[in-house]
Structures are given as structure tokens and as C-alpha cells.
């Protein structure tokens, strides 16, 4: 008999635990977005006010945070997005609270971004073979920290030019120049030609044996996605 009550109190017990939860859940979703906030250690953005005037997020992300606002509060949308958001960001954790919103029955949901101190990626941008040309390719190392991004590579590229060129590419890039509306990019290239037969006979290898290349660009964040960006090539 002892063991019979003992079941029914826990019975009993998870019943009421169950019924709680029902019942925030269901608060919750009586509630309406009214605005997404995204921040970071850098930057702040209000989907509402401003729609990403940093245009950090991507296109379709952007998209489908916006799509949040003037919904009804769904929590799995919002579990949803922060796994987005770390993914895009690469970020060491994404955080989301609601808050009260400025009129009755709609909350705010803010998201905040813990990026990682600094980030090394590596990237193959292009990968090909030909039976004439054999193999092109190029091997990018990126290594970020905050706004700056620094990237060594090599490249041996028979496939784009008459001439097949190989040799090495610098770059480096700040996408907050003093300012969030304010990008920076230089990029060093240095490659060697090769010319092959065909070419040579054509009378065009004997044009340049190496190549040099130094390119500065800066880029205006005019009113995201809008940026005009003014560079120059010295080769």
C-alpha cells in the first residue's frame, strides 16, 4: 500500500510539473515581437529601427530574423535563430532574453553574441583539372581577430590567363576603419609565368616572365546593403 501512494505522488508531481510548463508556454505565445535586437562586444543592430544598418547578417538571415517581428512569440523560432546566428558567426555562445516591450502585450528579444578572441580558417578558393591545363588551385589562411583579418596564400593557376602564373597573395582587411560605415582592404600579389608552347610560338612569351600586383580599396557603407567602394591596381 506504501508503494501505491508513493506512485500516485509522484504521478501527481509530474502532472503539475507538465501543467506549469504548458501554462508559460502558453503565456509566452500570447505575446507579439514588437523588435529584434543583435549585439556583439562591437556593434549593435535593432531589425525594427535601423534593418541592419551594419549589414553584418546575411541576406537570408536577415530575412528571417525581420520575419520575427509582428509574430507571435514562438520559442522554437527563437532557439532556432541563435543556432543560426552562432553558426554564421562562428560565435563561442549566442544568448537571446525577452524583454518588456514599449506597449502592452509585445516584448522585445534580444540576442547577444559572445564572438571567440580570434578565429583561423582555412579555404581552398579554387580546385580544377583539365587535360590540357592539368591542375589549378589555390590554398587561402585566414586568421581573424575582432575587425582585422590578415590571409597568406599560393596559387598555381594555369586555367584563368593564356600563361599559367604561380607564386603567393597577401591581404589584408579591416571592416571597421574608425568606423562602423568605413571598410579597408590591400591585397599583394606576386606570381611567376609560365608559358607554355602554343603560346610561346604565337610570339607572346616572351611578353613578361613575372608579374606584381598592389591594390588598396576602400569601401563607404552608403545605407546597408548600399556600399561604394573605390580601389586602384598597380601592376
Same mark, same amino acid.
Given at each position: 500500500?506504501?508503494?501505491?501512494?508513493?506512485?500516485?505522488?509522484?504521478?501527481?508531481?509530474? $502532472?503539475?510539473?507538465?501543467?506549469?510548463?504548458?501554462?508559460?508556454?502558453?503565456?509566452?505565445?500570447?505575446?507579439?515581437?514588437?523588435?529584434?535586437?543583435? &549585439?556583439?562586444?562591437?556593434?549593435?543592430?535593432?531589425?525594427?529601427?535601423?534593418?541592419? *544598418?551594419?549589414?553584418?547578417?546575411? &541576406?537570408?538571415? *536577415?530575412?528571417?530574423?525581420?520575419?520575427?517581428?509582428?509574430?507571435?512569440?514562438?520559442?522554437?523560432? $527563437?532557439?532556432?535563430?541563435?543556432?543560426?546566428?552562432?553558426?554564421?558567426?562562428?560565435?563561442?555562445?549566442?544568448?537571446?532574453?525577452?524583454?518588456?516591450?514599449?506597449?502592452?502585450?509585445?516584448?522585445?528579444?534580444?540576442?547577444?553574441?559572445?564572438?571567440?578572441?580570434?578565429?583561423?580558417?582555412?579555404?581552398?578558393?579554387?580546385?580544377?583539372?583539365?587535360?590540357?591545363?592539368?591542375?589549378?588551385?589555390?590554398?587561402?589562411?585566414?586568421?581573424?581577430?575582432?575587425?582585422?583579418?590578415?590571409?597568406?596564400?599560393?596559387?598555381?593557376?594555369?586555367?584563368?590567363?593564356?600563361? *599559367?602564373?604561380?607564386?603567393?597573395?597577401?591581404?589584408?582587411?579591416?571592416?571597421?576603419?574608425?568606423?562602423?560605415?568605413?571598410?579597408? *582592404?590591400?591585397?599583394?600579389?606576386?606570381?611567376?609565368?609560365?608559358?607554355?608552347?602554343?603560346?610561346?610560338?604565337?610570339?607572346?612569351?616572351?611578353?613578361?616572365?613575372?608579374?606584381?600586383?598592389?591594390?588598396?580599396?576602400?569601401?563607404?557603407?552608403?545605407?546597408?546593403?548600399?556600399? $561604394?567602394?573605390?580601389?586602384?591596381?598597380?601592376?
Amino acid at each position: 500500500m506504501r508503494f501505491v501512494w508513493l506512485g500516485c505522488l509522484l504521478l501527481l508531481g509530474s $502532472l503539475l510539473s507538465a501543467g506549469t510548463q504548458d501554462s508559460e508556454f502558453n503565456v509566452n505565445t500570447h505575446y507579439t515581437v514588437e523588435t529584434v535586437v543583435i &549585439s556583439t562586444e562591437e556593434w549593435s543592430t535593432n531589425l525594427a529601427a535601423d534593418h541592419d *544598418r551594419h549589414g553584418k547578417l546575411s &541576406s537570408t538571415l *536577415r530575412k528571417d530574423v525581420a520575419a520575427l517581428i509582428g509574430e507571435k512569440l514562438n520559442p522554437t523560432m $527563437l532557439e532556432d535563430v541563435a543556432h543560426r546566428l552562432r553558426k554564421e558567426f562562428r560565435a563561442r555562445t549566442v544568448e537571446h532574453h525577452v524583454q518588456r516591450g514599449k506597449t502592452p502585450d509585445y516584448v522585445q528579444v534580444v540576442y547577444e553574441i559572445k564572438l571567440r578572441p580570434a578565429r583561423f580558417d582555412v579555404s581552398v578558393p579554387k580546385f580544377l583539372y583539365h587535360s590540357q591545363q592539368t591542375w589549378s588551385g589555390s590554398l587561402e589562411a585566414t586568421a581573424s581577430l575582432r575587425h582585422h583579418g590578415v590571409t597568406f596564400g599560393a596559387v598555381s593557376d594555369g586555367d584563368e590567363l593564356a600563361e *599559367r602564373y604561380s607564386g603567393v597573395v597577401a591581404r589584408y582587411e579591416n571592416n571597421r576603419l574608425g568606423s562602423d560605415r568605413l571598410q579597408f *582592404r590591400f591585397q599583394f600579389e606576386d606570381y611567376h609565368q609560365q608559358w607554355d608552347q602554343s603560346a610561346e610560338q604565337a610570339g607572346l612569351g616572351g611578353l613578361y616572365r613575372g608579374r606584381r600586383n598592389i591594390e588598396p580599396e576602400v569601401t563607404f557603407v552608403l545605407a546597408a546593403p548600399l556600399k $561604394l567602394t573605390v580601389g586602384a591596381s598597380f601592376q
